[in-house]
C-alpha cells in the first residue's frame, strides 16, 4: 500500500537562539503531531530527523504497535519534504 502524504503537513518555527523546530501534522484520523529536529550529523543536514516529541490522542493509550505505521510514514513526510520544491498549484490541498 503507497504511504498517503496528502494527509500530512509540515509546519516550521524558528526560534531565537535555537534551531528550527519541524511540527509534521496528520490531518485527517487519527489526527496527530510529531515535532522533529533536522539530524545535524546526517550527511544532508536533516536526515530522518530526531523526533523530540508526539502528541496522539488518548485513545492511543496502550496500543501503540497499531499506530507505529503512521509515525514511520509521518517521518518519512519529514524527510522527503526537504526535496525539490514543486508548484503551489501542485501541493495545495485545502483550496485556500
Given at each position: 500500500?503507497?504511504?498517503?502524504?496528502?494527509?500530512?503537513?509540515?509546519?516550521?518555527r524558528d526560534a531565537a537562539g535555537t534551531e528550527s523546530v519541524h511540527t509534521v501534522v496528520h490531518t485527517h484520523d487519527p489526527k496527530f503531531t510529531m515535532e522533529f529536529a533536522p539530524d545535524r550529523e546526517a550527511p544532508n543536514k536533516v536526515g530522518r530527523g530526531v523526533i523530540k516529541r508526539v502528541c496522539v490522542p488518548n485513545s492511543w493509550a496502550g496500543d501503540y504497535g497499531r499506530y507505529a505505521k503512521f509515525m514511520t510514514e509521518a517521518q518519512e513526510f519529514f524527510t522527503r519534504s526537504f526535496g525539490e520544491p514543486v508548484e503551489k498549484s501542485v501541493t495545495r490541498r485545502f483550496g485556500v
Open positions: 500500500m503507497p504511504i498517503n502524504f496528502s494527509h500530512f503537513l509540515r509546519i516550521e
